[in-house]
Each structure stands twice: as structure tokens, then as C-alpha cells.
């Protein structure tokens, strides 16, 4: 039972978690257990913490760097995951990007977040590259996460 089940208790399953055809081979068998793991509850929770974080950066990029809303927006989608749990989602794309750059499966946010804590995942590597999506992929492809 994951940690989000014991705080939230388990009522309705998480929902499934469509893969893209291009993204099946980032997906491991833990990925899919963690995600089965979860409760409804606990993924709302997920998405709603990312939903604080990207707020706030996008009111620092407005605030502190003068960006308009639509440059802080553009800058918040390239350096914050972001993810899909239906196929429907992840073609949904507001801003032109190449195939590395699109949204992520859900069931990649736990060892994403495991990444991000053991430094692989850093501010420096993401500004290298066109997103941190693009970046994560090519981690898991390069078997470092």
C-alpha cells in the first residue's frame, strides 16, 4: 500500500494509466505497480502539489524575471515534468514542441520525483536541454533513472 493510501485511506483505485506507443519502452513493471498502488484520492493529491509548485514558479517568473504571462507559462511547462494519463492528454499540447519534449505517462512521476531527490535531475542539466521532459527521457533511455 503506497504512502498516499495510508494517509488518504483507499476508496476508488487510480484510474488506469494509458502509455503512448512512443513511451513504452520508459515504462518499467514498477512503474505500473507503483501506480496501481495508488488511490483516486492519491493521485488527485499528486496533481494537486504539482499544481502549488508550478503556481508558484509562475508568479516568481512574472514577479521576479518580468515575464509576461505567457513567456512565465512557457517557461513553467519546459522546466516542470509534466504528465498524462490518457492518450487524450498527452496530445493535448498548447505549445509546439518536438517529440522529446511532450508530456510524460503518469506512472513515470514516482521514479521521476526519486531522480529529482538524488540530484540526477538538476537545474543546470534541465537548461541544457529543450525541457525537463526531453531531459528525463533521455535519462531513462541512457538507463540513468
Not at 513515470?108 to 535531475?121: E, F, T
Request: aromatic share 8%; charged share 30%; glycine share 4%.
Amino acid at each position: 500500500m503506497g504512502l498516499f493510501s495510508k494517509l488518504l485511506g483507499s476508496k476508488q483505485p487510480a484510474p488506469p494509466c494509458s502509455v503512448h506507443p512512443d513511451d513504452k519502452d520508459l515504462v518499467r513493471e514498477e512503474d505500473l505497480r507503483w501506480w496501481n498502488s495508488l488511490s483516486l484520492d492519491g493521485c488527485k493529491a499528486l496533481e494537486q502539489e504539482d499544481n502549488v509548485f508550478r503556481l508558484a514558479a509562475f508568479q516568481k517568473f512574472i514577479e521576479d524575471e518580468g515575464l509576461s504571462d505567457s513567456d512565465a507559462g512557457k517557461k513553467v511547462r519546459l522546466r516542470f515534468p509534466t504528465y498524462y494519463s490518457s492518450l487524450d492528454q498527452r496530445a493535448n499540447e498548447r505549445f509546439a514542441l518536438t517529440a522529446a519534449d511532450v508530456k510524460l505517462p503518469y506512472v513515470l512521476k514516482d521514479r521521476v520525483n526519486r531522480a529529482a531527490m538524488n540530484q540526477l535531475i538538476d537545474r543546470q542539466a534541465v537548461e541544457r536541454a529543450s525541457s525537463v521532459n526531453a531531459l528525463i527521457r533521455q535519462l531513462i533511455r541512457g538507463g540513468r533513472i
